[in-house]
């Protein structure tokens, strides 16, 4: 992990002006509109003034701001000047790529220039900024020179043809971080001289040529950090600020003395969960155990240091694993790719053994050696053995009884059988490691609230003391959206889910045909969009009409970047698509929605969070599933208008809109309540898109 505070003194801080400036920029007729020539918001002053007085107050605070009320500015502004003037650092996560690089390269620049465009502003302007990102995505130039002078030891010849292809790339990169070289390292090459060891470290490196040594410097240096909220919460999982050389009573969630800005908050508590609990993959172990020794090549650490006694040891833990995981596949995994374990002994612990002489021997070599980089890589491999199996052990043993566990097949071949588990309420989790580190935390996102009220996403995650505010969009909804809700679409059921994808079908070639602009398409189920797509590829085709779809070749980002450039290209995706998707503009006129999104309570954590509600007495369709619902309908909706002068069409094809009684909830959180019913029969006379 990179720490950044190496110098926590014990004075107290000078005084924040972030309130009282943030008045004044954010004010009708002041500094950002006469600095940058930008609009005054209401909404955004109120944002702005509500942010600054929960950072001077080290106080939480949950804010849910519309589209286009400008967020982004509204607490980047405070949180630098708060920042600079109590020389505390302001950790800023995000859920998206594309918002990390919205604020790198737009609105980090508008900051700078607010702050020179004001003699009073003047001496934030130089502020610094740096991305987090973890480890082992950086390349240590020490591990690279002993990984080539021990390539004989380490490599077969495929795998030195790929260190040395790292090593060429190493020259002229300026940043090494393994997603700028293309193509991707293969893990196994890339494990052996990534920055995820203690041999990278300042008292073996040379600081100004290792790259994970550099970034280090630029983050112990940096104003403010961004984060995605992935990385942010495994952080936080293994130690937060007191992993970083914090006091234990030190206020700061990742460093000492930080405060914190959440960003697209409404994923937390889906990603805290994620990564508060165990990921254990069959890969993922045999990768680590052919570090050590791998019985195909001859190579490894053990072919230099740990004779046959060791290389044998691993050999047998190789066969072990392979032993252990096919069982699952064959028994536990044989119908289905994803099953709950509710008791223990699902398998025999056959790995124990095998992991633990292998942890004892690494243990016994590393005392043999002395004090220096590669006694550091030794202890570095003894404590990952031991992690993988105390892993294995509390999966057998279902070890935490407030997590659920469960066992599921991937990879492109289904072959791979990962151990997971996760807490059943991350609620009690975040209220001590995030809310609960004395230090402000806001977070902030365009749909906080369920039915209005924001205090069931606070209980979710813990945040029950913190201030909670709603502001609306700027925008004018009324006179740039039209919605239209289908009312002779088939209930989803079995009997009649032939039925429905054919009309489905129907309805989204018409809408699309009637569009000029670009058409988002959101599904819930997978299946459905396959099927879907199978039927109107070749209509799109016919109609010259550039067809996109999630789960080819490209990305989410790439995906939306070419809807962005096509104009009017039919994009159809999944899960992922309902939220961060920012296509501004008639490349994105119309938003389809197909199903309501319920998530199905099969899954394992969904399924023990619903047992979890209903123990307690709740409704765990009134108390999960439709609040989350809710939340993911408002995120599919606000792909729509992403600025003040877009306009367009949402059409929503489950008749359970009207048909239901909880339908009228989702119609009411729109942003423009006044819809239009359709049936196949009166579509042609009632849908009117813009023209």
């Known amino acids: ?247 234990t009573d030190a206020r700061g969630v990742l460093f000492a003395d930080d405060f914190l800005v959440l960003d697209e908050a409404h994923t937390v508590a889906e990603v805290a969960t994620d990564n508060f609990g165990l990921s254990l993959s069959s890969y993922g172990l045999d990768r680590a155990l052919k570090q050590l020794f791998n019985p195909r090549t001859k190579r490894g650490v053990f072919r230099k240091l ?164 709603v502001v609306k969009s700027p925008f004018d909804f009324e006179r740039n959206m039209r919605v239209y809700v289908a009312s002779d679409v088939p209930l989803p059921s079995p009997q009649e889910a032939k039925l429905a994808l054919d009309v489905l079908a129907d309805y989204v070639g018409f809408c699309v045909a009637q569009v000029r602009g670009g058409t988002l398409v959101l599904f819930t189920s997978y299946n459905d969009m396959r099927a879907i797509a199978t039927t109107l590829e070749p209509v799109f085709r016919a109609a010259g009409r550039p067809f996109l779809i999630q789960g080819a070749e490209l990305s989410r980002t790439e995906l939306t970047n070419q809807m962005r450039d096509l104009g009017n290209a039919v994009l159809f995706g999944t899960d992922s698509f309902w939220t961060g998707v920012d296509v501004p503009g008639d490349s994105l006129a119309q938003v389809i929605i197909t199903r309501l999104p319920f998530d199905p309570p099969t899954h394992p954590i969904t399924e023990a969070k619903c047992e979890h509600i209903r123990d307690a007495g709740g409704s765990p369709f009134n108390e999960l599933t439709l609040p989350d619902a809710l939340i993911k309908f408002r995120q599919g909706v606000g792909r729509l208008i992403r600025t003040q002068t877009d306009r367009g069409l949402v059409t929503l094809l489950d008749s359970r809109l009207l048909a239901k009684s909880y339908g009228r909830l989702f119609l009411d959180c729109l942003p423009q309540t006044e819809f239009t019913t359709l049936t196949r029969e009166t579509r042609s006379q009632k849908f009117h898109p813009f023209a």
Not at 366 to 372: A, F, I, K, V
Request: proline fraction near 4%; aromatic fraction near 6%; charged fraction near 25%.
């Open 1 to 247: 992990m990179i720490g950044l505070r190496d110098d926590t003194g014990s004075a107290p801080p000078p005084t924040s002006h972030a309130p009282t400036l943030a008045v004044k920029i954010f004010a009708e007729d002041g500094w950002l509109q006469t600095g940058l020539k930008l609009d005054h918001r209401p909404q955004q002053e109120a944002m702005a003034r509500a942010v600054a007085a929960a950072m001077k107050d080290d106080a939480p605070l949950l804010f849910e701001a519309g589209t286009g009320v400008g967020k982004s500015l509204a607490y980047l502004v405070p949180g630098l000047i708060h920042a600079i003037d109590t020389s505390r650092q302001l950790i800023v996560s995000t859920h998206t790529i594309s918002l990390q690089e919205q604020l790198e390269t737009s609105d980090l620049p508008k900051c700078r220039r607010l702050f020179k465009s004001t003699p009073t502003l003047a001496r934030y302007a130089e502020f610094k900024s740096a991305v987090l990102v973890g480890k082992s995505n950086y390349l240590c130039t020490t591990r690279l020179g002993h990984a080539l002078a021990d390539r004989t030891t380490l490599f077969a010849d495929a795998d030195y043809d790929e260190l040395k292809r790292i090593a060429e790339w190493a020259e002229a990169s300026g940043t090494g971080l393994r997603h700028d070289l293309r193509p991707p390292p293969r893990a196994e090459v890339w494990d052996a001289v990534n920055a995820d060891s203690s041999s990278c470290s300042r008292k073996h490196c040379d600081c100004g040529k290792c790259f994970y040594q550099r970034a280090r410097a630029r983050m112990r240096s940096a104003n403010l950090v961004i984060v995605n909220h992935a990385l942010l919460f495994a952080l936080i999982g293994s130690g937060g600020a007191n992993a970083n050389g914090a006091t």
């Open 306 to 469: 740990g004779g046959p006694e060791a290389q044998q040891l691993v050999i047998d833990a190789l066969d072990a694993s392979k032993q252990f995981f096919d069982f699952l596949a064959a028994t536990l995994l044989a119908q289905r790719s994803v099953v709950r374990v509710r008791e223990e002994g699902v398998a025999e612990p056959t790995l124990d053994g095998p992991l633990g002489a292998i942890h004892r021997i690494l243990g016994k070599v590393g005392d043999t050696l002395e004090d220096g980089r590669e006694r550091d890589e030794f202890l570095d491999y003894k404590q990952r053995i031991k992690g993988l199996q105390s892993g294995v052990t509390a999966w057998l043993t279902l070890g935490d009884k407030n997590h659920v566990y469960w066992a599921e097949r991937g990879g492109r071949k289904q072959t791979i059988v990962t151990l997971r588990s996760a807490p059943i309420d991350v609620a009690p989790a975040l209220r001590k490691h995030l809310f609960g580190c004395g230090t402000s935390v806001t977070c902030t996102s365009a749909t906080l609230a369920m039915g209005g009220q924001i205090e069931p996403f606070a209980a979710r995650i813990g945040a029950d003391t913190a201030r909670a505010i």
